[in-house]
């Protein structure tokens, strides 16, 4: 049996975690099929492709749950945030990066890695018993094959849902004489003005005919597959319409904290906005447009917003399938199959959604498997962290799951983006005055003791396992 941890693909997840083992000492062989094996939503072969968008989201870590997370993984060395810091790209209050430059950058650090090994192949099942530890971390777009042989081990199919991508639109083919530049509120983020988004209006009579174009607009059709749910964070534009037709004016179109530069009277009814794809600016990405639409309908609908009048596109959106495990019921705390010692799983497939969530659990799934292989103890991360509450979640935090019932098997668990819900509860209920607080107060105080009670626990957790290791 050899002393190397295996990876089974090469995105954020997986990536994270050969970085987190390799830095630890253990020697890691990183598998990833593309281009061997393609899929349908990725374009390169590079490591850490980005497919669904560009953005980590926002980078507060004093009042947003994914901030923290972005906090945590910069104090654990990750990789995926140092690269995402060297890449980034203006976008108001969160973190986007340049794709191409992102990918690139990760891909260059893993390869310069003397403990990691890349080996370009597809791997088709189940690990062989001479691989030590192995870690599957093949997000939501996991091969047939090997989708059928976790499948197998697990007693159980997977459950899956549909995920779906945005357009990117050239920039120079967006009528600047009708949108204008500016982020929500005007909020200056990292690497940011407050200009951040460009912003389209649409008046009532243009936001109701895009709704019924949207609604009677001819969809991509998935036969079987047309029974697995959306995942609600990242629903087709057009699903989102079927909903109700103000729902979009309350979500990816909402007007709220923006003027029309070239007309600063007059409010707008509903907003469209792109946000930087890459840092040169020449494309950009519509935010919250992810689509099923046929590619000819794209085109022809979202020309009929005001400035995407000649809009040439760079990508047209699409939708794919995601697959993920039922975790509460499958992994242990170390995400680790219950049913199997040594194999691990991290990322999307484990049940985490996002970018960022993804390179946690990958994070973590490595720091496991590679104090295994070094004889080392595991130390849980305190679940008042971001990255303790997602694993806690993910692994035995979610409330539907009572592992004694034959009734209640967690068939409710779903994907879940870091969130304050996932913390522990704090009450605060005056401030530093004594001061009754109430509403949007009450709760901003909150966000803002649960993301410190959060950093300082993860500061001490890095540290208490630094000089553990230290003292071995």
């Known amino acids: ?28 062989i990183l598998h990833e099929m593309r281009p061997v094996r393609g899929t349908p939503a990725h374009q390169t072969e590079g490591l850490a492709e980005l497919v669904c968008s560009n953005s980590f989201r926002s980078d507060d870590a004093q009042t947003n749950a994914v901030g923290v997370l972005h906090a945590e993984l910069r104090l654990a060395g990750s990789l995926v945030m140092a690269m995402g ?46 691989w030590a530890k192995t870690i599957i971390a093949t997000g939501p777009l996991t091969s047939p094959a090997l989708t059928e042989a976790i499948a197998a081990a697990t007693g159980e199919t997977s459950l899956s849902f549909f995920d779906a991508i945005a357009p990117i639109v050239h920039f120079d083919s967006i009528d600047m004489d009708i949108a204008w530049f500016q982020s929500r509120y005007d909020k200056v983020g990292p ?29 991509a059709s998935f036969k079987d597959w047309e029974d697995v749910p959306y995942f609600d964070g990242c629903l087709p534009i057009e699903v989102m319409a079927e909903r109700g037709r103000e ?5 990816p179109m909402k007007p709220m904290g923006l003027t029309n530069a070239h007309n600063p009277s007059v409010k707008a009814y509903a907003v469209v906005q792109l946000r930087h794809d890459n840092a040169l600016g020449t494309l950009h990405n519509m935010v919250g447009f992810q689509t099923k639409l046929k590619h000819g309908e794209q085109a022809r609908i979202f020309r009929m917003i005001p400035g995407l009048a000649n809009a040439e596109f760079a990508r047209l959106g699409g939708l794919h399938r995601n697959t993920y495990l039922n975790s509460p019921k499958l992994l242990d705390e170390t995400l680790q199959l219950k049913a199997r010692p040594g194999l691990r799983f991290a990322g999307q497939i484990t049940g985490c959604e996002g970018y960022v969530e993804s390179a946690s659990i990958g994070l973590l799934a490595g720091r496991f498997a590679a104090l295994e292989l070094l004889g080392r103890p595991c130390p849980l991360p305190p679940v008042t962290s971001a990255i303790g509450a997602l694993l806690h979640h993910i692994t035995s935090g979610h409330v539907s799951y009572d592992e004694d019932s034959t009734s209640n098997t967690g068939r409710s668990f779903q994907p879940m983006n870091v969130n304050f819900g996932l913390f522990p509860a704090i009450d ?23 993301a410190a009670r959060a950093l300082a626990d993860w500061k001490t957790w890095l540290d208490d396992t630094r000089l553990q290791q230290a003292a071995e």
């Open 247 to 251: 729902t979009l004016r309350h979500g």
């Open 428 to 450: 605060i209920d005056r401030d530093a005055d004594g001061r009754k607080l109430r509403g949007k107060e009450k709760s901003l105080a909150r966000k803002r003791a649960m």
């Open 85 to 130: 810091d060297a890449n980034q790209v203006p976008a108001g209050g969160a973190l986007a990066v340049d794709r191409d430059g992102f990918s690139r950058a990760v891909t260059a650090a893993l390869e310069a890695h003397p403990l990691i090994e890349i080996v370009r192949e597809e791997v088709d099942g189940l690990p062989p018993s001479d």
């Open 1 to 28: 049996m050899d002393n190397k941890l295996h990876i089974i693909g090469g995105g954020l997840a997986g990536s994270e975690a050969a970085w987190a083992a390799a830095n630890l000492g253990v020697p890691v």
């Open 191 to 219: 690497g940011g003005t407050g200009k951040d988004y460009i912003n389209c209006p649409l008046d009532k009579t243009q936001y109701e005919a895009f709704v019924d174009a949207l609604l009677s607009g001819e969809k």
